[in-house]
């Protein structure tokens, strides 16, 4: 028998990427997971629901 830690998951995770098919891909793998998801185009309307996020991942490619 493996003990399993009790997870809780947050509310709601957000989706940031100005490609459609990259936030559709990890939408659907984190709502698979029992995430709500919230998706957003661009970093200034991110900013604007951002105070309700509890996690935040960059991802910069130059």
């Known amino acids: 028998m493996t ?4 997870v809780s998951k947050p509310d709601q995770l957000l989706v940031v990427d100005d490609l ?4 559709f891909f990890i939408q ?18 991110a900013l604007a ?3 309700r996020t509890l996690l935040i991942s960059f991802y910069w490619m130059s």
């Open 28 to 45: 659907a793998i984190l709502e698979e997971e029992g995430y709500q998801i919230g998706v957003e185009d661009n970093g200034k309307s």
């Open 49 to 51: 629901r951002i105070e």
């Open 3 to 6: 003990y399993s830690p009790p």
């Open 20 to 23: 459609p098919d990259n936030s």
